[in-house]
């Protein structure tokens, strides 16, 4: 493979891991009962809709179809990807159900 080519690899598959992240995170907020475009808009108040968001919703299925996804799990990979304001919300998601 040339530099490009293998360049071209590293971003698809950037593209889609950030793609897994978000489907991990709709599909977490579904099976706990949360909306997560309200969650990213508290996140994000300034962006518009997150049409990478509105595919992975497209993805997700019922929370008795799903496999369970960690509390951790979530926060971690939403960390991993810079999306710490996101980790925030959720994390305060978290802990009102918590108390």
């Given at each position: 493979m040339d530099k490009k080519a293998i360049e071209?690899?590293?971003i698809e598959n950037y593209q889609n891991d950030e793609k897994m992240m978000i489907l991990i995170f709709?599909?977490?907020?579904?099976?706990?009962?949360?909306?997560?475009?309200?969650?990213?808009?508290?996140?994000?108040?300034?962006?518009?809709?997150?049409?990478a968001l509105a595919e992975a919703l497209a993805l997700t299925v019922p929370k008795n179809e799903a496999e369970e996804?960690?509390?951790?799990?979530?926060?971690?990979?939403?960390?991993?990807?810079?999306?710490?304001?996101?980790?925030?919300?959720?994390?305060?998601e978290i802990a009102k159900r918590s108390s």
């Open positions: 071209e690899q590293v709709a599909q977490w907020c579904v099976n706990n009962g949360l909306d997560p475009e309200e969650l990213y808009r508290d996140a994000y108040p300034g962006q518009l809709k997150n049409p996804i960690s509390d951790q799990i979530v926060i971690d990979v939403l960390q991993l990807f810079g999306n710490d304001d996101l980790a925030f919300v959720v994390q305060a």
